[in-house]
């Protein structure tokens, strides 16, 4: 498992745990954007994460930021490992985020916006998806 910087990016800093046993790796804001109010915000990081098949990376928002109002508008993230290098942008992680205030709020570049936490998953045994990624958020089927 690794991050690594998204094609077009530079200058980028990549995720990392806080503490010794922290389970999730802060994701960072590549650029300063401004959260309308009531709306949903893609936030880019510039990151893309390699990984095998049998781990995806659930994405969360940070606690604190729930406290100023603010949660994933899909409620939790999932990257998958064919994500990584994907037709449409490389991979990219990006955080959906709902501002769920009146006003606006502003992410700078830099600032912790999410986390994400590497989790291992199993499949059945009558499992036969055959399908190909070729694109990037909801490539897969809306």
């Known amino acids: 498992m690794r991050f690594e910087i998204a094609n077009g990016y530079k200058d980028v800093k990549l995720p990392q745990r806080a ?5 999730g790796y802060d994701f960072y ?3 300063d954007v401004e959260l309308p109010p009531n709306e949903v915000t893609m936030v ?14 659930a994405l ?3 606690s604190s930021l729930s406290l100023k109002g603010l949660m994933l508008a899909n409620g939790i993230g999932v ?3 064919d994500y ?3 037709e449409k942008n490389d ?3 990006a955080f959906l985020i709902r501002n ?3 006003v606006p709020f502003k992410f700078s570049k830099g600032d912790k916006v999410g986390q994400g936490i590497f989790t291992e998953y199993f499949l059945t045994d009558n499992d036969y998806a055959e399908g190909k990624r070729t694109g990037g958020f909801g490539s897969t089927g809306e």
């Open 19 to 23: 503490t010794k046993f922290s389970a």
């Open 29 to 31: 804001a590549i650029e």
């Open 44 to 57: 880019h990081t510039g990151v893309k994460a390699f990984f095998s098949s049998s781990y995806f990376l």
């Open 60 to 62: 969360c928002l940070r």
């Open 79 to 81: 990257v998958d490992c």
């Open 84 to 86: 990584y290098g994907n």
């Open 91 to 93: 991979g990219e992680i």
């Open 100 to 102: 769920c205030n009146d």
